[in-house]
């Protein structure tokens, strides 16, 4: 969980060994944002099963490796736009397995709380019983969607990571150039498609990717990209280093102007563009 005001001074005299990634505002108790005060869909313990509307399905991680509030954000991007999304996870009904990823749209791997070093954040994934790297790597390769936001997009990358870029992730905050230099939540400036958008930013990766596959959407005034989609096997990964998921509350809980409906854009943007699927009218 991201700290409190009273403590993040601790939190910045802490020494960290490796990037840290995303968090959620002091605001959102257990649980999180607005998505956490609904019921998930019921399904079987391992699987998600089909969406009874006939909408495509999205499973959200949420466990030791996502902050609290993280995945609820992502979970109100994704119904925003039209999915039934449930959650995967050592306590959720959907549960890390064989079969757990079987006719699932899209596998999203949100950000991780305040102060994790991403190795820490991989080690807790590979602690739940039924997860593997492999399990995801081979649902995207098959012809699935990755969507990584901030810690998601760390893991992406390679050791530690998942390994579905062309290419590797790294921490903006030590790049050079980069117009945020600590681990506190902040907006930063991209340029998305060619426009220039601030969003909110607490300590998110960069992409170092290259080939023909892969498409940036946004970049840091320092040119390192920001957002990208690319292909792995006959599947589609998607990352980003800011939060376009972040609600309302997270830029009022730091006193950031809202962007939050800017964010909602390029998130359904990017959402759109992983998925080959035209935006809503």
């Known amino acids: 969980m991201r700290a409190g005001r009273g403590a993040a001074a601790l939190m910045l005299a802490a020494v960290v060994l490796a990037a840290s990634a995303c ?3 002091p605001s959102q108790g257990a649980g999180g944002g607005s998505g956490a005060a609904r019921a998930d869909q019921a399904a079987p313990a391992g699987g998600a099963g089909p969406d009874p509307q006939g909408r495509p399905v999205a499973l959200v991680y949420r466990g030791p490796a996502a902050c609290e509030g993280c995945p609820e954000a992502a979970h109100d991007l994704l119904e925003h736009d039209g999915y039934a999304v449930r959650y995967i996870g050592p306590q959720e009904q959907v549960r890390f397995g064989p079969d757990a990823l079987s006719g699932v749209a899209l596998y999203v791997q949100p950000g991780g709380t305040n102060g994790q070093e991403v190795s820490t954040a991989w080690r807790l994934l590979q602690r739940d019983p039924g997860f ?3 399990l995801v790597r081979a649902y995207v390769r098959g012809g699935g969607h990755y969507l990584g936001l901030c810690m998601g997009g760390y893991l992406a990358g390679r050791e530690p990571g998942y390994g579905l870029l062309p290419g590797d ?14 681990e506190q939540d902040h907006l930063v400036d991209v340029s998305w498609r060619g426009r220039p958008q601030r969003m909110y930013f607490q300590d998110g990766p960069y992409f170092d990717v290259d080939g023909p596959g892969a498409d940036v959407l946004a970049r840091y005034t320092n040119d390192r ?4 989609v ?11 280093g800011p939060h376009p998921e972040a609600p309302a509350e ?9 962007e939050s409906r ?3 854009a390029l998130g359904e943007d ?4 992983l998925m080959g699927t035209a935006p809503k009218p």
């Open 23 to 25: 968090g959620a505002s």
């Open 132 to 134: 593997s790297p492999e």
């Open 169 to 182: 992730s790294g921490q903006y905050i030590s790049s050079g150039g980069a117009t945020v230099t600590d």
């Open 225 to 228: 990209a920001a957002a990208v």
């Open 230 to 240: 690319a292909g792995y096997g006959a599947g589609r990964v998607a990352v980003s």
């Open 250 to 258: 997270w830029y009022r809980d730091y006193e950031l102007s809202d």
């Open 262 to 264: 800017t964010g909602l």
């Open 270 to 273: 990017l959402l759109h563009t």
